[in-house]
Structures are given as C-alpha cells and as structure tokens.
C-alpha cells in the first residue's frame, strides 16, 4: 500500500497484521481522489482543508488528503495496534505537525473543530455510518458544507437518505458521497 499521488506520491504504508483492519486499496482511493479533485461539487475543495479520518485504520485516506494539499488531518481511531501503525505512517510521510491522532470511540467522540471532508471506513456490515455521523456531528466534528465520505460493503444498506453526489463499487466494497446540508 502506498500513497498514490501528490507531494508524499509513492511513500509506502504499513498496515497491522491479521483482519481487525481493512485498507482501502490503492484502486479505490485512486478513484475516490480523482473524484474529489475533479468533480464539480468537489473541486478545489481539498486545498488547505481540515479532513477526518473516522476509523483510520492506517490512515490512508487523510495521508493521501494531505499529500493533495489538505491542511492538517485529525485521525480516529480506538483499535491498538491500528493506533501504532497509524503513528508509524505519520511518521513515515513526516506529517506529525499536520496531523492529529484520537484513540476514541467515534460513538463518543470528544469535542472537536469542524472538517471539510469526513472520511468514515468501519467494519463492514455493523451499519455503524449513521451513528458515527450523528455522534461527530453533536460533538461538532462536520462542517456544515462538509463532503461525508463513506466506505461501506457493497451489500450493505446505504448509510443516508440524502442525495448521493457518488456511489460508486470497489470489489467488496463501496464509496459514498453525500453532504449534510
């Protein structure tokens, strides 16, 4: 796994050992930031925004948000040997002063500083989206023109009844994009 474009292109990441973790593959997030760089609801968006990384995992998608010009990046995420090879990505892409790591439940988040783009990848099958997006949203986590990002299985139910801006299938999984607003 690696990052795919921008100023960090081609820095490899690690991921932890056994199925507690499932990386978005290099062709999905490929996809998923073309579509967030070109397509006109999207587009310029991401320069020096704040992006969350709902259960990070390795990080992946807020690395690759900030090797596109994303800002800073706050990372979440509660399982502890996701939390250490989080760390060791940042640390690889020599991004520490950019990011933010929380070992936090999303269902109970701390308070924060509203993100432009919120990216949510949990288990598969749990129907955990509409919950963290409500949990992130009382703890004031979204921006009110925040773009919600979700990776779920491509059998489960969609996670909002608002407009999809995309949905698109990657193999056993599934990209979702909608806004709050």
């Known amino acids: 796994m690696r ?9 490899r990441l690690e991921a932890p050992t056994g199925d ?8 999905a997030r490929q996809a ?13 968006r ?12 390795t990080g992946a998608l807020g690395l690759e948000a900030l090797s596109r010009g994303a800002a ?4 979440m995420e509660n399982n502890r040997p996701a939390l250490a090879v989080l760390r060791v990505n940042i640390a690889a ?17 701390p308070r924060g500083t509203p993100a432009r783009f919120v990216f949510l990848d949990p288990p598969y099958g749990q129907a955990l989206v509409p919950t963290a997006v409500a949990s992130l949203t009382a703890a004031g986590w979204i921006a ?3 773009l919600i990002i979700a990776e779920i299985g491509a059998e489960d139910a969609l996670p ?5 801006l995309a949905d698109r299938n990657f193999g056993a999984g599934r990209i979702c994009i909608w806004t709050l607003s």
């Open 160 to 164: 909002t009844e608002a407009p999809l």
């Open 32 to 44: 998923l930031f073309d579509m967030l760089m070109h397509a006109p609801w999207a587009e310029g």
């Open 72 to 75: 800073r990046a706050t990372f």
């Open 3 to 11: 990052i795919i474009a921008g100023r960090l292109r081609g820095r």
């Open 93 to 109: 892409c020599k991004a520490e002063d950019l990011c933010r790591v929380i070992a936090a439940d999303v269902r109970k988040p």
């Open 144 to 146: 009110p023109d925040a």
């Open 20 to 27: 507690a973790t499932r990386p978005t593959s290099d062709r």
């Open 46 to 57: 991401l320069r020096d925004a704040h992006v969350l990384d709902v259960f990070a995992g």
